[in-house]
């Protein structure tokens, strides 16, 4: 009699938590191209304060108007415009996207239309 195989669940669980260390840190391989955006779940209050932070730390022409990520003109769209130009300036370290957690570090380039995200 054959040993029964894990079940697709449990082991798609434990090959999504070896993407991640101890400290929840996403793992990428070395040369993987990676964004910063702000989480979905952030509050306006989060994303704005994120967007004051970033600006004062980084050019934000892109998203003023006239400018090509200056549409859609929602908060988490701009705010993820301008977290990502801080977390490629400062080196693509998971605490430049952090903003108190409210920052989300993906692998799919966000870049949309004329808008395009900054990978340096």
Request: glycine share 6%; net charge neutral.
């Amino acid at each position: 009699m054959a040993a029964a195989s894990p079940s697709l669940p449990i082991l798609s669980i434990f090959l999504l938590l070896l993407c991640f260390n101890l400290g929840g840190t996403l793992m990428v391989a070395s040369g993987q191209k990676t964004w910063c955006v702000a989480k979905p779940s952030s509050t306006d209050k989060e994303v704005q304060d994120n967007m004051v932070f970033a600006c004062s730390q980084v050019k934000c022409e892109i998203i003023r108007d006239g400018y090509p990520c200056s549409i859609p003109r929602t908060l988490i769209n701009q705010a993820s415009v301008v977290m990502n130009l801080y977390y490629q300036q400062n080196g693509r370290n998971p605490w430049n996207c952090d903003f108190k957690n409210s920052g989300l570090i993906v692998l799919t380039d966000p870049s949309y239309g004329d808008c395009q995200y900054q990978y340096a």
